[in-house]
């Protein structure tokens, strides 16, 4: 596809209704089809966490990247509560509504626990997997974890958050805190947030890990991606376990690197993917 992406266009996005939830999604490129999956930080949304890598991977593939139910503009109905169940249905439901019948998933943290539970419940839909700093196996929480989700709105909780996700300092710049600040307080955001991962926080962990059966029952390719300095989810306690289980996966560390893979090492990050996703 043409590499002239527009860029604003992109950002702005599209809307659908996914079962009577109006769903908020990005969408680029053509080919075969990826859909990104965010994680669950305050004031996340599909475009914060895959601005440096939607408009790449769309010079190759079809790629769609939504707002996962109760973060940024997609909204959960009145009493649906969250949850790995909530958002891997609304994930597959989603590609079932544009239509969509196979296709890869890239899932970051939360998004990779997610991943990982559609290629379980769904394998004839998931061909191939990639997951970063990912959620999914069982696990304590981290408490870098824990301070994340237990996130009351303000700049200098947001700047310590923002310094938690990022090994390299350089990237906490004030613009950077404002953004997710302001978009941590937009309507309903925090609401939707503080109602996902109450206290005790362990459960939303233990929510989101598959089990020991359900992981060695994927049998999809996995390519595993983390920062060996992921003071979030670290990674000796998911990637490390993942690869005991899985039937087919690989695993590639960056050494000097965070929780914000994706950020922090871009381009390799970017190359890494398109190479693993489309092997010829």
């Not at 053509?30 to 895959?50: F, I, M, R, T, Y």
């Not at 939360?110 to 191939?128: F, I």
């Not at 909780?157 to 950077?176: G, K, P, Y």
Request: glycine letters at 10%; one cysteine or more.
């Amino acid at each position: 596809m043409s590499t002239n992406l527009d860029l604003a266009a992109l950002q702005a996005g599209h809307d659908i209704d996914v079962d009577g939830i109006r769903t908020h999604y990005h969408e680029a490129g053509d080919g075969a089809a990826v859909l990104l999956l965010h994680g669950s930080g305050p004031g996340v949304s599909a475009w914060a966490n895959w601005r440096p890598v939607l408009p790449e991977l769309a010079r190759r593939f079809r790629v769609i990247a939504p707002d996962q139910i109760g973060f940024n503009q997609t909204r959960a109905p009145g009493g649906s509560g969250y949850g790995r169940k909530v958002w891997t249905d609304h994930a597959l439901r989603l590609m079932e509504t544009l239509g969509i019948g196979r296709y890869q998933v890239v899932g970051n943290s939360m998004g990779g626990a997610v991943a990982l539970s559609m290629a379980a419940k769904a394998p004839e839909q998931v061909e191939r997997i990639v997951v970063m700093g990912t959620m999914g196996i069982a696990m304590p929480l981290p408490p870098g974890l824990d301070q994340v989700w237990g996130y009351q709105p303000s700049r200098a909780a947001m700047r310590r958050l923002v310094e938690l996700f990022a090994h390299d300092q350089s990237i906490a710049t004030d613009e950077l805190v404002e953004t997710r600040y302001r978009a941590s307080i937009a309507a309903g955001n925090q609401e939707a947030f503080s109602a996902m991962f109450p206290a005790p926080r362990q459960r939303g962990v233990d929510d989101l890990a598959l089990s020991q059966a359900e992981l060695a029952s994927i049998p999809q390719p996995v390519l595993l991606v983390h920062g060996y300095d992921d003071r979030v989810v670290p990674f000796a306690s998911s990637s490390l376990p993942l690869m005991g289980v899985l039937a087919d996966a690989q695993l590639h560390a960056f050494g000097n690197c965070g929780h914000w893979v994706q950020i922090e090492q871009a381009g390799p990050f970017n190359r890494l993917v398109a190479s693993f996703l489309d092997p010829s």
